[in-house]
C-alpha cells in the first residue's frame, strides 16, 4: 500500500505522533513537507523520546498564528495529508484547532486536489463529553464526507500519555476509578506512525488502532510498580468523585473542564483497537527506569 516518493504533508508535525510519523515517512522515502508553529522547537528532540526533525523534513511551512498563515501554496504539489493535530497540553480552544485549523487544512487539501487525507483522532470521540472530543467528532464527519479520500484512525492511549502513571509509580503511588477494570491497547507512537504510513495510496476508511496487547488499567499500574521496583499499591478514587471533579473543573476554566471530562471518559470506557505493532508496555516503562 506504501506510495513512496510521493508528497506528504504533515500538520501537527511536532508533537509525539507528528515526529514518528516524520520518521516512518523519511524513512519510506517519502518526501515530507512539515507545517510547524517554531522551527527550531521541530528541530530538536521532542518529548517522550520522539524525534527530532532536523534530518528528516524535506520541506518547511511556518505557520506561527494557524490559520491565518495558511494559503494555497502549502498544498502545492501535495499527494498525501497525514494530520495530528489537536490540542493536548496546548492552552487553545480545540474548537479553534481540532476543528477549524483541520478544516482549513482540509479545504486546501480539497482546493488542491490531494489524493487522501488521513486523520489522527481518538477513540469513542462520539460519545466523549469533552470540548476536544465533540471538535474532533466533527471533524471526522466532516472529512468522512470530503471529496479526497478520508483516512481516520481512532488510537488508544499512547505510551507518552501513560508515562505519568510510571512517574506516580516512581513515587509509590497510583490512583484510580473504580476497580480500574477498564480495557486500553496502548500504542508506541512508532507503532502508530508505522500503521498511518502503511494506509497511503489505500483506500478509504475508519481504523480503531492499538498495540500489541490489552491491558487493565490495573495492569498498566502493576507494569508500572515492577518498572519502579516499588511495592504495588493502588488507591480506589470513588464514582461519585467523577462528578464533583467535573463540577469543580468546569468553574475554573473550560480548558479545565474539558481536560477533566477527557480524563476522566478515558477512565469508564473500554478504548481497545485491532492489535498493531511490537512495542510492550513493560519495555517502555523499563527503558524509563534506567
Ligand atoms: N495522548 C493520547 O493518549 C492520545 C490518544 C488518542 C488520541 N490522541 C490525539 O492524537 C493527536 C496527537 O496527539 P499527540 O500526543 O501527538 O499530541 P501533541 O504531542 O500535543 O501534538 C499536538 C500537535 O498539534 C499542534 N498544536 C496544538 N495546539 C496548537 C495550536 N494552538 N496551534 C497550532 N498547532 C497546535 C502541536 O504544535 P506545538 O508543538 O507547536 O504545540 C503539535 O504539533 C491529538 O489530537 C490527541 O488528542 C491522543
Redesign the pocket.
Known amino acids: 500500500m506504501v506510495d513512496a516518493g510521493k508528497r506528504v504533508l504533515v500538520?501537527?508535525?511536532?508533537?509525539?505522533?507528528?515526529r514518528h510519523v516524520i520518521a516512518r515517512l523519511h524513512d519510506e522515502g517519502f518526501i515530507v513537507r512539515a507545517v510547524?508553529?517554531?522551527k527550531a522547537?521541530a528541530c530538536a528532540p521532542?518529548?517522550y523520546d520522539?524525534p527530532a526533525l532536523a534530518a528528516l523534513v524535506d520541506e518547511w511551512v511556518i505557520?506561527p498564528e494557524?490559520e491565518v498563515d495558511l494559503g494555497p501554496d502549502v498544498m502545492s504539489g501535495v499527494d498525501h495529508v497525514i494530520s495530528?493535530?489537536?490540542?493536548?497540553?496546548?492552552k487553545?480552544d480545540p474548537w479553534?484547532?481540532?476543528f477549524l485549523?483541520n478544516l482549513r487544512f482540509l479545504e486546501l487539501a480539497e482546493q488542491a486536489e490531494v489524493d487522501s487525507f488521513l486523520y489522527?483522532?481518538?477513540?469513542n470521540a462520539a460519545s466523549g463529553t469533552s470540548a476536544?472530543s465533540r471538535a474532533?467528532h466533527a471533524f471526522m464527519e466532516a472529512l468522512s464526507r470530503s471529496r479526497v479520500v478520508p483516512q481516520i484512525v481512532?488510537?488508544?492511549?499512547?505510551f507518552?500519555?501513560?508515562t505519568e502513571i510510571y512517574d506516580l509509580a516512581r513515587r509509590g503511588m497510583a490512583f484510580g476509578l473504580g476497580d480500574g477494570s477498564v480495557r486500553l491497547s496502548p500504542i508506541h507512537?512508532a507503532d502508530l506512525a508505522d500503521f498511518c504510513v502503511s494506509r497511503l495510496g489505500g483506500s478509504a476508511g475508519s481504523w480503531n488502532v492499538g498495540g500489541p496487547e490489552t491491558l487493565t488499567y490495573r495492569e498498566i499500574v502493576r507494569i508500572a510498580f515492577e518498572a519502579a521496583g516499588k511495592k504495588p499499591r493502588y488507591t480506589r478514587v470513588p464514582g461519585p468523585f467523577a462528578s464533583a471533579a467535573v463540577w469543580t473543573a468546569d468553574r475554573i476554566s473550560p480548558r479545565a473542564g474539558s481536560l477533566t471530562r477527557f480524563f476522566l471518559d478515558g477512565m469508564q470506557t473500554d478504548s481497545v483497537g485491532d492489535p498493531h505493532g511490537t512495542h510492550t508496555l513493560a519495555d517502555y516503562y523499563a527503558a524509563l527506569a534506567r
Open positions: 500538520a501537527g508535525a511536532t508533537g509525539y505522533v507528528g510547524v508553529r517554531d522547537r521532542g518529548a520522539a505557520a494557524g495530528a493535530l489537536g490540542v493536548t497540553r496546548q487553545a479553534t484547532i481540532d485549523l489522527v483522532g481518538v477513540m476536544v474532533k481512532d488510537p488508544s492511549g499512547y507518552s500519555d501513560l507512537g
